[in-house]
């Protein structure tokens, strides 16, 4: 959680000095911070995965009276519950830093509702990928290089303008975390609308098709690596 609170802080009041009259970058930027929070916690998951069967902690607990898929959802419960109490966070820390918040109840809900989906999808993704790789290099490079990228490549930091490359604009348009940030913002702004209802069944469809991918490739999937 370090890391996107200093983005919200650092980011926030540094871009904001920059800004000639546009707007408040701060209250811009507080809402895609609590949606990368679904990222981060993704990672926590697929993390927990791959180090325990890498160190032979999978096999030891389903010694017990525990099943691999109640391992498994385990994992994404625990996905779900960072990225909402991160998302919680950031919502303080940006009330701290404006002073006031422009957040309804049920534009809450939505946002909240959206990073929830977003938790399960790179949650879901993350464990996906320690599924499948079996090199520690390997799954630490992998999963920085898609940090950074849906990270950046997505509306958390700045608006898919017109102005963008066609090439960028297409990377906005297929990254989840764009319809995540977009519907957590609008929930925030309290500016809800169509788009936003339509990028939230997009993201519920990838999500349940991306868990359904790691649920089979973690079923099959060794229990240790040793």
């Known amino acids: 959680m370090g890391l996107p609170a200093m983005y919200l802080i650092f980011f926030g009041f540094g871009f904001q000095s920059l800004s000639s009259g546009g707007g408040n970058y701060l209250a811009f930027l507080a809402p895609g911070i609590m949606s990368f929070q679904a990222v981060m916690a993704g990672t926590v998951g697929g993390s927990i995965l791959w180090a325990d069967r890498r160190w032979g902690m999978l096999a030891q607990l389903l010694v ?113 975390l764009t319809y995540i940030a977009d519907t957590a913002r609008a929930g925030y702004a309290g500016t809800l609308g169509g788009t936003n209802a339509l990028e939230m069944g997009i993201l519920a469809v990838e999500s349940a098709v991306v868990l359904v991918l790691a649920v089979r490739a973690y079923l099959r999937s060794d229990v240790s690596l040793e």
């Open 64 to 176: 017990g009276p525990f099943t691999r898929t109640e391992y498994l959802f385990g994992i994404m419960l625990t996905s779900l519950l960072l990225g909402l109490g991160g998302a919680a966070l950031m919502l303080v820390i940006a009330v701290v830093l404006l002073g006031t918040t422009t957040v309804t109840l049920g534009g809450g809900l939505v946002a909240f509702g959206a990073i929830a989906l977003g938790s399960i999808f790179f949650g879901s993704a993350m464990l996906l990928l320690a599924a499948l790789v079996k090199s520690n290099n390997a799954y630490n490079s992998i999963q920085i290089l898609l940090i950074f990228f849906v990270n950046f490549a997505s509306t958390v930091f700045y608006p898919a303008s017109p102005s963008l490359p066609l090439v960028l604009r297409a990377l906005f348009v297929l990254n989840p």
